[in-house]
């Protein structure tokens, strides 16, 4: 989601909510088990709901997802631990229900359990379903691909899309377009004959395919897909459904569990995992959501002058660090990973969560998917109510159990600061950026060669082992790198700010830590230089496949630089102390940053890499020892003998094997 302001700390707030809580500690009790939620039986369907302040709690059961006059109307008893326990007698299979709580005589809104496994049209009721029945032929034998020797996390290279974006442009050759099944496509063509989508994303080498929200979201209308509503998704309502509006059938709950299994199972039989956008930092509605109408004020930092606090900039911010929050997130990471074969996720304005519900997260996922992908923005919209020391901020990476942040060093380094499209980065010829463009080179850990004084985020490495951040130089925030370039170097011909764009793709594919591609960018996707396209229409969005074929040079060499860092473990040093050892910047002038990579030796691969990165308008010839040849770059290499010349604004791998 869009961050609008680095993180600042508020002491007062702070200070105020620790009062706070060991009073609500009593009032809200924790329940250990973990069957909140429903669990249907032929003979009896029990529901557990967690509302310790209400008075009273009821169902209300209904045929149908939305309208209608229900058929039962039944009271929870009180239960353990502030839980409320309702067992509906005989078969409600397919039926729906909500709950409704009574606090001092009023009902509340009915709302949908927050445990919620299946859901009706627009996630207003929850149906009781058996979820065995969702699960796709062969979903059993469903496979979680290697995808390195040690399936490492530097080795994952991350690829950034929206189903919709992907699956929705007529030169998809995708037949469900803007669904989950478009995604299980084989073989789709766009004009050209030219692989899209699925087969694509096989072909161009990713390891790890991230999707925008997934979750079910609330501001698409599932009843009325055909005018054209689009989402980006960050906006929460039930977190454990599976999004109507990417479904053939948003009324039966099942049909978009098992479509979205369907999609997983077909992304795994590529050889790419799948990664989730989640977005527990907030939820769409405030006072009108399941957690607030069940549990009032108890899901959300409450302010000092009883006002919801509001570091996501979407009304609320949720409190991972109360009890009841911290289970209700990890189960749900949990869930989908068990029941969905999840295989990472991408936490949305991570530093709203506290440091120590991230690793508990952490350690319990990876109880059952050691090499499960956790990564996250390192920032928020506004100052979380919560001490700075305890959240999951960039520069508190370090307390953070393998759990990666996005390196804004780098990608505005690269590229330019993203809140003004016209400024420039080190690839577009702001030489100033040389010494961030370092930084994150180095995975944003400490190296002798940088000078920390000189960078213009962070002053300090805040990274501790070879994988603390995500490098990237665009993703569905601001504008995609190809619009960027076009604004902030606008008196450039074409072929020049094509070249930036391998320039900078170069960077992020041979830097250490984890790539992470914004789809399309890889053949110059355009958004026809809307900044924030999260609620635009197709036109903006839909990728459009036959720009492959148009910008096939920069798709094919965005190719090459994945190949060869996945063959070239030189690119993926395994530690902290690898990257301070084995990468060397030579000394160059300020418009050319090159630097050697030196393998230890017993390191299969290249002994040595140069990469030289020319971002000025003229070649330039770099002294070397010994002999050289040139793996890859986007303009003219020379090796003499002591001399590498490159061509202008040129990304270029050379080795060695001496
Ligand atoms: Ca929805």
Redesign the pocket.
């Known amino acids: 989601m869009r961050k609008l302001v680095l993180i600042a700390c508020i002491s007062l707030i702070s200070t105020c909510y620790h009062k706070g809580f060991a009073q609500s500690d009593a009032i809200y009790p924790v329940y250990n088990g973990t069957d909140l939620g429903c669990t249907y039986r032929p003979n009896e369907t029990s529901i557990r709901v967690y509302a310790p302040s209400a008075d009273s709690l009821r169902v209300l059961v209904y045929k149908q997802g939305r309208g209608g006059k229900h058929t039962l109307i039944q009271s929870f008893s009180k239960a353990e631990s502030g839980t409320w326990l309702a067992k509906l007698t005989g078969d409600w299979l397919d039926y729906y229900y909500t709950v409704q709580a009574c606090f001092n005589g009023v009902w509340s809104m009915e709302v949908t359990d927050p445990y919620a496994k299946a859901v009706g049209v ?2 207003n009721r929850v149906q009781i379903i058996s979820l065995q029945t969702t699960n796709p032929l062969g979903w059993e034998n469903d496979v979680v691909p290697v995808y390195s020797q040690n399936n490492a996390t530097q080795d994952a290279i991350i690829y950034e899309a929206h189903v919709r974006d992907l699956t929705m442009h007529e030169s998809s050759g995708i037949k469900n377009n803007g669904k989950f099944i478009g995604l299980t496509e084989t073989n789709t063509e766009n004009h050209y004959g030219m692989p899209t989508v699925l087969s694509h994303l096989k072909e161009l080498g990713i390891t790890h395919l991230h999707l925008l929200p997934v979750f ?3 501001s ?1 209308d ?1 009843e009325n897909m055909n005018n054209g509503q689009y989402n980006w998704g960050y906006d929460p ?1 039930n977190y454990n459904t599976p ?3 990417y479904s053939t059938n948003s009324e039966d709950g099942k049909v978009r569990i098992k479509e979205f299994k369907q999609m997983v199972q077909a992304i795994h039989n590529a050889g790419m995992r799948v990664v989730m956008d989640v977005v527990y930092n907030h939820t769409a509605l405030t006072n009108e959501s399941n957690f607030n109408q069940l549990v009032p004020g108890y899901y959300y930092r409450i302010q000092t002058n009883g006002d919801f606090a509001n570091a996501s900039g979407c009304g609320n911010e949720t409190a991972s660090d109360k009890p009841m929050m911290r289970k209700f997130i990890i189960e749900s990471v949990l869930y989908w990973v068990n029941e969905y074969h999840i295989d990472g996720f991408r936490f949305d304005l991570m530093a709203i969560h506290d440091i120590e519900t991230m690793n508990l997260l952490a350690d319990t996922l990876r109880k059952i998917k050691p090499d499960i992908l956790i990564y996250g923005e390192g920032w928020a919209a506004g100052s979380p109510a919560y001490p700075e020391q305890f959240i999951a901020l960039k520069r508190n990476v370090h307390l953070l159990k393998g759990i990666a942040v996005f390196s804004d060093d780098i990608r505005d380094a690269v590229k330019g600061y993203v809140f003004d499209s016209k400024a420039k980065g080190y690839v577009q010829g702001n030489s100033s950026m040389k010494e961030t463009v370092k930084f994150g080179i180095v995975g944003a850990l400490p190296h002798q060669q940088v000078n920390m004084k000189k960078a213009f985020y962070d002053k300090v490495p805040y990274a501790n082992s070879q994988a603390s951040v995500i490098n990237y130089v665009d993703c569905h925030d601001n504008l995609v790198l190809w619009d960027k370039l076009q604004a902030s170097a606008a008196n450039q011909p074409d072929s020049i700010r094509k070249k930036m764009q391998m320039m900078a793709y170069g960077i992020v594919l041979t830097s250490q830590g984890i790539p992470f591609i914004h789809a399309g960018s890889e053949f110059l996707r355009s958004k026809k230089g809307e900044e924030n396209s999260y609620n635009k229409p197709d036109e903006i969005n839909a990728i459009d496949w036959d720009l492959k074929k148009a910008n096939e040079d920069v798709f094919l060499f965005i190719q090459q630089l994945i190949a060869i860092r996945k063959q070239q473990s030189l690119f993926r040093l395994n530690s902290a102390q690898a990257i301070q050892q084995q990468v060397s910047f030579l000394t160059t002038t300020d418009d050319v940053l090159a630097y050697t990579l030196t393998a230890a030796k017993q390191t299969q691969g290249w002994k040595k890499i140069m990469v030289i990165i020319n971002t000025s308008n003229k070649e330039m010839k770099l002294p070397c020892d010994g002999n050289w040849s040139n793996a890859l770059s986007n303009a003219l290499v020379t090796i003499n003998k002591n001399s590498i010349t490159v061509g202008a604004y040129s990304f270029t791998i050379c080795y060695s094997n001496d």
Do not use: A, L, R
């Open positions: 627009n996630g079910d979201y609330n698409v599932e309502k999004e109507g509006s």
